[in-house]
């Protein structure tokens, strides 16, 4: 029951930030499940896609009522992250973690000074031709790596490139990350269940508590500006871009050791 509990409050939380910056929340649950519920990062790394089906799945129908959603962008990213995420999964004991969550902290750094320097208009649209299709599609072989490798759900890394390199407003990137998360984690999630790297009722837990309040934060984000929501966004990555960088260090201070 402690247990169960603890997953509860770790999905509401998921949920509040994946709803508002429309992510996966793997960024959140992958550490959540390793230091606060003896996970160890493999397993967390399997469980997590779980949760993430039905907690993205909330957050992109609440986004589409809003008119966040590109799905000509969605299909193309979607095509991509379904390759990036089974070359992912044969990597996934033959790379190296370590250079892996460095790319991705200095991808992270990157994406805070954009955000920073791009702020798009709610009335911005991707602008969609066989070029910019075949460019989403390719670009979606990353966050289909990055979710079967980190654990992440690949929206905090395509939701900055489709604003700042596709010229997608904030709600219509949110939106149509949440699409491409939904079809990684199936991919994902399937995988890691066959390979019994998967807790298969924590993962639920977690993804129906993440769904219950996904809609709220859905909500706010579209009554913040797209300045503020930003902000916002860059402060979340410079937080997980932190959490990183501490376990970088501590990395190299015990292979030092």
């Given at each position: 029951?402690?247990?169960?509990?603890?997953?509860?409050?770790?999905?509401?939380?998921?949920?509040?930030?994946?709803?508002?910056?429309?992510?996966?929340?793997?960024?959140?649950?992958?550490?959540?499940?390793?230091?606060?519920?003896?996970?160890?990062?493999?397993?967390?790394?399997?469980?997590?896609?779980?949760?993430?089906?039905?907690?993205?799945?909330?957050?992109?129908?609440?986004?589409?009522?809003?008119?966040?959603?590109?799905?000509?962008?969605?299909?193309?990213?979607?095509?991509?992250?379904?390759?990036?995420?089974?070359?992912?999964?044969?990597?996934?004991?033959?790379?190296?973690?370590?250079?892996?969550?460095?790319?991705?902290?200095?991808?992270?750094?990157?994406?805070?000074?954009?955000?920073?320097?791009?702020?798009?208009?709610?009335?911005?649209?991707?602008?969609?031709?066989?070029?910019?299709?075949?460019?989403?599609?390719?670009?979606?072989?990353?966050p289909g790596l990055a979710m079967s490798l980190l654990g992440v759900g690949g929206g905090i890394i395509?939701?900055?490139?489709?604003?700042?390199?596709?010229?997608?407003?904030?709600?219509?990137?949110?939106?149509?990350?949440?699409?491409?998360?939904?079809?990684?984690?199936?991919?994902?999630?399937?995988?890691?269940?066959?390979?019994?790297?998967?807790?298969?009722?924590?993962?639920?837990?977690?993804?129906?508590?993440?769904?219950l309040v996904s809609p709220f934060s859905v909500q706010l984000a579209v009554l913040l500006s797209p300045?503020?929501?930003?902000?916002?966004?860059?402060?979340?990555?410079?937080?997980?871009?932190?959490?990183?960088?501490?376990?970088?260090?501590?990395?190299?201070?015990?292979?030092?050791?």
């Amino acid at each position: 029951m402690h247990n169960a509990i603890k997953l509860v409050l770790i999905g509401l939380a998921t949920g509040v930030f994946g709803g508002l910056f429309g992510i996966g929340g793997g960024v959140l649950m992958v550490p959540a499940l390793v230091f606060l519920m003896g996970f160890d990062q493999r397993r967390a790394v399997g469980t997590t896609p779980i949760a993430m089906l039905p907690a993205a799945t909330a957050g992109l129908i609440s986004y589409a009522l809003q008119g966040g959603f590109d799905w000509r962008a969605a299909i193309a990213l979607s095509i991509g992250v379904i390759v990036g995420a089974r070359i992912g999964l044969r990597l996934l004991n033959k790379l190296s973690l370590r250079a892996l969550e460095i790319g991705f902290f200095v991808f992270l750094l990157l994406s805070i000074v954009s955000l920073w320097v791009v702020v798009p208009s709610r009335d911005d649209t991707i602008n969609m031709t066989p070029l910019v299709f075949v460019l989403l599609l390719v670009f979606g072989l990353i966050p289909g790596l990055a979710m079967s490798l980190l654990g992440v759900g690949g929206g905090i890394i395509a939701i900055p490139v489709l604003m700042v390199g596709f010229n997608a407003s904030d709600l219509i990137a949110k939106g149509t990350s949440l699409c491409m998360v939904i079809t990684g984690a199936i991919t994902s999630a399937s995988k890691n269940i066959r390979m019994g790297n998967a807790d298969i009722k924590a993962g639920a837990i977690l993804g129906v508590s993440a769904a219950l309040v996904s809609p709220f934060s859905v909500q706010l984000a579209v009554l913040l500006s797209p300045q503020v929501a930003n902000i916002l966004f860059s402060l979340f990555l410079a937080f997980v871009a932190s959490q990183y960088l501490v376990r970088i260090l501590k990395q190299r201070k015990t292979a030092a050791k």
